[in-house]
């Protein structure tokens, strides 16, 4: 039987919190990026959890920042 071999990518879990408007834009980033939402809560606003690779966190935070004018901001969780 072939075992087959799984990269692990570090990744790190940030909250955003987004108004609906932003939502299918934020998916595309964070899809494009490799990571993944791992929790959505909807409420006045859309409260997300996302697992993102370490390495694609800085473009990340950039899309974001250039897409919202600023208003979305990536939350780290400890």
Do not use: F, W
Not at 19 to 31: A, C, F, M, N, P
Not at 39 to 46: A, D, G, K, L
């Amino acid at each position: 039987p072939l075992l087959s071999t799984q990269l692990k990518i570090p990744r790190v879990e940030y909250s955003l919190n987004c108004d609906y408007h932003q939502l299918k834009l934020i998916e595309s980033v964070i899809g494009q990026s490799g990571g993944e939402i791992t929790r959505t809560n909807y409420t006045e606003q859309v409260e997300m959890i996302l697992m993102l690779p370490v390495s694609e966190v800085d473009a990340v935070v950039n899309k974001l920042r250039d897409i919202s004018k600023g208003s979305l901001l990536l939350s780290p969780i400890k």
